[in-house]
């Protein structure tokens, strides 16, 4: 079975009202009118809206619609089991079976049946991306998230309701990382079990540090004559600053590495700094230096363009 995004072809959020969903069908559904629109794909993009919002517009179908669960519009997915067990879907012969036929004869069933007797089910889960620091990954700290999660209503009906979590953010924690709460998902239904909460984990930009993995990168300053003549430097790292030998000659663009000073990694070590040399020059001077300037530009063969010259 193919899966169809109703909220998608409307252009609405999961959890819109039923106003809402009225307001957005009738702009579509006038949008794409085929006595108005003159696109050629419209009929087919009026047929999508109407089939959309005779879903979504009926609670119980709705209802039935939300909890198979969130996929890519044109998926092939089967309804879960409980799914099956709940809304009286067959076990098998999903394939040649098109998203809203079933619906239909689910809401079919249910006018000819009568109210249908619930069984407990389980509630469904919710992902959602967070936005640490880079220390929070760093040390493994507990954290406070605040979210607004959907809850489902007696008539089936979707809610926004605010809800806080303690969640420790693993040491050594990566952007993109998944983290699974169980049970702080939607509500179970009749006794059924609470859902699960997916964390994604991003990190929020930081004034020096450009994570890679476990690895971390800065860019790293140098006056000319640090790079010319050598020198050490103090950099810092998420343990504290530590200092940095520059090679006499270090040009802009190398890079130099710092074993271990990088993120923890999961099981154990750490991953590695890497500071990125950037040749910065001084844009006001003093009498003195300006002079000193001079004096090495008058004695000093070195040409940075020597190369475009050899190219000809």
């Known amino acids: 079975m193919k899966f169809k995004d109703y909220y998608q072809v409307l252009g609405v959020e999961r959890g819109a009202t039923p106003e809402q969903i009225k307001k957005a069908y009738r702009k579509l559904a006038h949008k794409y009118h085929p006595d108005v629109s003159k696109d050629v794909a419209a009929e087919e993009r009026f047929k999508e809206v109407g089939e959309a919002y005779d879903t979504l517009k009926d609670p119980e179908k709705r209802a039935a619609y939300d909890r198979l669960g969130s996929h890519r519009a044109g998926q092939d997915f089967t309804p879960p089991p409980d799914w099956q067990q709940q809304f009286g879907g067959a076990a098998a012969g999903f394939e040649d079976v098109d998203l809203s036929d079933l619906l239909a004869s689910f809401a079919a069933g249910a006018r000819r049946h009568g109210p249908r007797s619930r069984s407990s089910m389980r509630g469904q889960d919710y992902e959602v991306t967070t936005q640490v620091s880079l220390e929070d990954a760093y040390h493994g700290r507990e954290i406070d998230l605040e979210l607004s999660l959907p809850e489902y209503q007696e008539n089936g009906l979707m809610h926004h309701v605010p809800r806080t979590f303690r969640v420790r953010v693993p040491k050594g924690a990566t952007d993109g990382q998944r983290l699974r709460l169980p049970g702080k998902g939607g509500q179970g239904m009749e006794g059924g079990p609470n859902g699960d909460l997916y964390l994604t984990i991003t990190f929020r930009p930081h004034p020096i540090f450009r994570p890679h993995g476990h690895d971390l990168y800065l860019d790293l300053a140098l006056a000319p004559w640090e790079a010319v003549l050598g020198s050490a430097v103090v950099i ?12 006499a000659g270090t ?18 070590g750490f991953g590695d700094l890497h500071a990125v040399v950037q040749i910065v020059v001084p844009t006001r001077v003093g009498e003195r230096e300006r002079e000193l300037f001079e004096q090495l530009a008058q004695v000093s063969t070195f040409n940075p363009r020597l190369h475009l010259a050899e190219a000809h």
């Open 236 to 247: 810092p790292t998420l343990a504290g600053s530590v200092e940095l030998k520059i090679p």
């Open 251 to 268: 040009r802009a663009g190398r890079t130099l590495r710092l074993a271990g000073k990088g993120m923890p990694k999961t099981r154990e």
